[in-house]
Structures are given as structure tokens and as C-alpha cells.
């Protein structure tokens, strides 16, 4: 089996792509990245001399490139979790999450389809979306699969056209494909632009906290090796042209959530309590913020039997640890580029 992780140096994929090279020696996993700002080689280092791991530095948005690399290489399955993934950058440049979500996902789509011309058995294409296609829930109800789509972001918008894309060529074309709509993930490796580790990283240099409008937004967490877990399953266990939601079971207010946090990096930094909180900052609120996400994760739960493997608790601790004890990586991370887009991104608020 010769399967593409498209995504890999970034966060989610990077767990999938260790997870894979790890648990399968008899599949060969090919890593292709185009290595943006997200994606970082250093986030899989551990693996990459493993005999059954290749990388291939490529963008999907070279719709030649990807169709020789198809050509070359002859995958039976892809999991394509390469995107533009941040909602803020979506509002500033909405055309780099079209170019890269829509038309690289097609671009993938057609080499595919090219590839195997029609005779698709035993070949998979996993597509990996998210929850906030289905748009936003009011303070009652969970996103089941069922839940139209409704999406309020650049970001979102392009997740959910690229899963309408998915799903049109499996209708069409006869391609097997297999869909996942995920929740907020968190853990190690997440870049420090999201919620969760720009708050640990901010803590620790003693910066502002930018909480965006009154912070009774809700998110659902789940631990990324949850993540991974899920998407092996679906991978190996799911139905052909299914879509499976996933979720943490773990709703958070994010002024909850952050509050939480600054506790929890008192006590690992000991600082006196109630240090962190301080720094909490209201800032303008985000244009078209979805007010709750919340996923009903029992389709996944009762046909494959996934469930999360760690409490909220545990997985946040592991993470602000993991966050401590690779100092290295998030100074390399947080220089250059991420000063640039944090300035742009904060300048009129904290
Ligand atoms: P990320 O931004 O951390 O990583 C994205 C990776 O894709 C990076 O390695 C980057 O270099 C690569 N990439 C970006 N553009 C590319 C291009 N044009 N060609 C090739 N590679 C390119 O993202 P993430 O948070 O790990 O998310 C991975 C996937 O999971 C995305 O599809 C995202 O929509 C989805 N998802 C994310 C979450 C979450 O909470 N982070 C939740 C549900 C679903
Ligand atoms: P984020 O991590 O960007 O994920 P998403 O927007 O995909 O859910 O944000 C999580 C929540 O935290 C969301 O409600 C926006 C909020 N948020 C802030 O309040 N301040 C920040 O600086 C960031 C990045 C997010």
C-alpha cells in the first residue's frame, strides 16, 4: 500500500503521518507538504530516517506537479489534510484559502482520478474537514452529518466547497472517498496562532492575552491524537462515500477555557496565582464569529467504536508540558514571518 499524507509537517498531519509510519511498516507513507508558514519538518523529525517514510516537497496548487507526482508514485489511498487552516488569515487574504483549499483539493481529485481511470478497487481518497462548515449553532444542539452547511468564513467556505468537491467526484466519477468533519483540535506542534497555544506562549513571555469580543464563544477541544486515531479508523473501518463528524464531548467557553489555562501556567511557572489572568485583554471581536460548535460524534462512536482516549484535563497538561519542554521550537516558530502577521494581526489591540 502506497498512501500520499498530503499536510504532514503541519499540526494535525503531523500526528497522522507518525501515526501511520509507526503502526503500518508494510505501507510506504509519502509526506507531501509545500511547507508554508504551518508546516515545519522539525514536527516530525523523529521519523524521518524510518525506511517506510518519504517526503515530497510539492504544493497542490501545481496542478502538473501533483499529476506527475501521481504519475510517479501511483497511490492506493490519500488522506489529504493540507490546507490553509486559520480563520483570521482567511478574513485578510480569503483568495490564498481558495487557491489552496478548493483548487488544491481539486488539483488532488483529478490526479487521482487520472491515475487509477475509473478502476478505483481497493483505492481510498480521505478527505479531512471540519466542523465549522455546518456554520454556527445557537447556545442548543450538536452538528450531527446531517446538519446543512452554512459556512460563515473564507476558511469555512473553502472547507466546505472542498468537501462538496470530494463528494461530487465520488458521485460522478465512481471515486471511493471518505469524509471527516473534525472539531477544534489541540496539542503539541499546534502553531501559535490559534486559540490555545498563542495563550501559552503569550503566558510565558508575560504578553497580553487577546481575548476576541466578550469571550463567550464555544468551542469543542479534542486531543490531536485523538484526532489521528479517528481518522486511522475511518481510514481502514469507514463506509465508502460516508462522512463521519468528530468531536471532543468537551465544550469550552473560550474565557472558561482561558481562565483554565492561566491557572494551570501559574502553577507549572510558579507564578503567584492569578498572574496570568491579569494579562487577559478584551479586544475587537472576530467579523462573522461563529458563536458555538458542537459536534454529535456518535455515528463514529457506534460503527467504529472511537471514542476520545483522554480527558480535557490530561490533554491540556500534556500540551502546556509539551509546550515547556520544547522551547526551542516555539522560539523557531514565533520568529521572522509569525512577527510580521502578529503585528499586522494585533495592532489595534493589545
Ligand atoms: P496547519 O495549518 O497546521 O497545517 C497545514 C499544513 O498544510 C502545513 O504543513 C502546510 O505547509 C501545508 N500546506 C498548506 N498549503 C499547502 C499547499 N498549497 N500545498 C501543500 N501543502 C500545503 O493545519 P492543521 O491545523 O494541521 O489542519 C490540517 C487539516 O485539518 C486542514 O485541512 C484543516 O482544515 C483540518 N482541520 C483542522 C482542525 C484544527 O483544529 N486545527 C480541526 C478540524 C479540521
Ligand atoms: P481559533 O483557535 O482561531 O480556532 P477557530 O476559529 O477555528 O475556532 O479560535 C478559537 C476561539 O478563540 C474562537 O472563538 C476565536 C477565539 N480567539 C480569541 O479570542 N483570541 C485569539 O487571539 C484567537 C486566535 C482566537
Keep these: 500500500m502506497k498512501i500520499l499524507i498530503t499536510g504532514g509537517a503541519g499540526f494535525i498531519g503531523s500526528h497522522v503521518v507518525r501515526r ?35 517526503f515530497i516537497k510539492a504544493d497542490i496548487t501545481d496542478a502538473a506537479a501533483i499529476t506527475a507526482i501521481f504519475k510517479e508514485h501511483a497511490f492506493d489511498g490519500v488522506i489529504h489534510l493540507a490546507a490553509e487552516s486559520h480563520v483570521d488569515r482567511s478574513i485578510t487574504d480569503p483568495l490564498a484559502f481558495v487557491n489552496t483549499n478548493v483548487l488544491g483539493t481539486l488539483n488532488l481529485l ?21 466542523d465549522e ?11 450531527t452529518e446531517t446538519t446543512p452547511y452554512s459556512p460563515n468564513s473564507p476558511y ?17 466519477y465512481g471515486m471511493p472517498f471518505v469524509l471527516t468533519n473534525c472539531s477544534n483540535n489541540y496539542g503539541p506542534n499546534h502553531f501559535p496562532e490559534k486559540l490555545i497555544p498563542l495563550f501559552i506562549n503569550n503566558i510565558i513571555q508575560n504578553k497580553p492575552l487577546p481575548v476576541y469580543g466578550d469571550g463567550n464563544y464555544t468551542r469543542d477541544w479534542l486531543f490531536v491524537k485523538d ?3 479517528a481518522i486511522d479508523l475511518v481510514f481502514h473501518k469507514g463506509k465508502n462515500h460516508q462522512t463521519y463528524n468528530i ?4 465544550e469550552w ?6 481562565k483554565l489555562l492561566c491557572v494551570i501556567m501559574d502553577e507549572k511557572l510558579g507564578r503567584e496565582k492569578g498572574t496570568s489572568e491579569k494579562l487577559i485583554t478584551y479586544v475587537k471581536d472576530r467579523p462573522g464569529h461563529d458563536l458555538r460548535y458542537a459536534i454529535d460524534a456518535s455515528k463514529i462512536n457506534k460503527e467504529l467504536g472511537w471514542e476520545p482516549s483522554v480527558t480535557f484535563e490530561e490533554g491540556l497538561d500534556f500540551t502546556v508540558n ?29
Excluded at 487509477?116 to 481518497?125: I, P, R
Excluded at 455546518?134 to 447556545?139: D, E, K, R, S, V
Excluded at 472542498?162 to 465520488?170: E, I, K, L, N, T
Design 133 to 143: 462548515v455546518y456554520g454556527t449553532l445557537g447556545a442548543e444542539g450538536l452538528f
Design 110 to 130: 483529478n490526479a487521482f482520478k487520472e491515475v487509477w481511470a475509473g478502476n478505483f478497487d481497493g483505492k481510498l481518497f480521505y478527505h479531512v474537514s471540519t
Design 322 to 350: 509539551w509546550f515547556l519542554d520544547n522551547h526551542d521550537w516555539l522560539k523557531n516558530v514565533t520568529s521572522g514571518e509569525y512577527l510580521k502577521y502578529y503585528e499586522k494581526q494585533y495592532s489595534h489591540g493589545v
Design 20 to 54: 501511520f509510519v509507526r503502526n503500518y511498516p508494510d505501507y510506504k507513507i509519502y509526506n507531501l507538504d509545500a511547507l508554508t508558514y504551518a508546516g515545519n519538518l522539525e514536527n516530525i523529525s523523529d521519523i524521518e530516517h524510518e525506511p517506510n517514510y518519504a
Design 227 to 229: 484526532h489521528a486515531v
Design 253 to 258: 467557553k473560550n474565557i472558561d477555557l482561558v
Design 156 to 172: 469555512s467556505a473553502s472547507k466546505a466547497a472542498s468537501d462538496h468537491f470530494v463528494r461530487a467526484y465520488g458521485e460522478t
Design 247 to 250: 468531536g471532543g464531548f468537551n
